[in-house]
């Protein structure tokens, strides 16, 4: 992700550019054995939501991100282009995830967009908007062909 590609509306916030593409790089380094490196994107006071669950602070965003990356083999982010409006920032990606527990260890593709809110440097607000049926319940056995069924019942 480059910012050259962004798209900005109100006043710029030139410290955001680099904030970003240093959050973009991180999440394609990002495993189980290098969560220490959180905190030189995120603020000490970052408030954390996904479809999965809900955390207030560095300390528990990294105790959450290593139970999520405890089985991950790997994980890669495709992202676009970003929105960035004053401190607030929207970016769209998708994630290609390996996990032990999920479709056997194959590739799935999940859409995505995370939406943050940068200030001083840091992120301080990061939450992530995915299908977690994409990325979860569709893989399962039994439950992830039914799941597919109901969808394409319902066009």
């Known amino acids: 992700m480059t910012t050259a590609s962004a798209i900005e509306v109100g006043s710029p916030n030139p410290a955001l550019p680099a ?5 973009c790089a ?3 380094q990002l495993d189980k054995g290098n969560l220490h490196k ?27 991100f290593a139970d999520a990356y405890g089985n991950v083999i790997r994980c890669q982010f495709h992202f676009n282009s970003p929105v960035i409006q004053d401190s607030w920032c929207t970016i769209p990606w998708v994630m290609e995830l390996q996990h032990k527990r999920i479709k056997r260890g194959k590739t799935v593709e999940v859409e ?3 939406h943050l809110r ?3 440097g840091r ?14 319940y569709e893989n399962l056995p039994v439950v992830g062909g039914v799941i597919r069924w109901v969808k394409e019942q319902a066009g």
């Open 19 to 23: 904030v970003l593409d240093q959050f």
């Open 26 to 28: 991180l999440f394609n």
């Open 38 to 64: 959180l905190q030189q994107v995120y603020g000490e006071d970052i408030e954390f939501q996904d479809p999965f669950g809900t955390v207030s602070g560095l300390d528990e965003l990294t105790n959450y």
């Open 112 to 114: 995505g967009i995370s």
């Open 118 to 120: 940068i200030l001083d």
């Open 123 to 136: 992120v301080r607000y990061h939450r992530d908007y995915f299908d977690a049926g994409q990325l979860l």
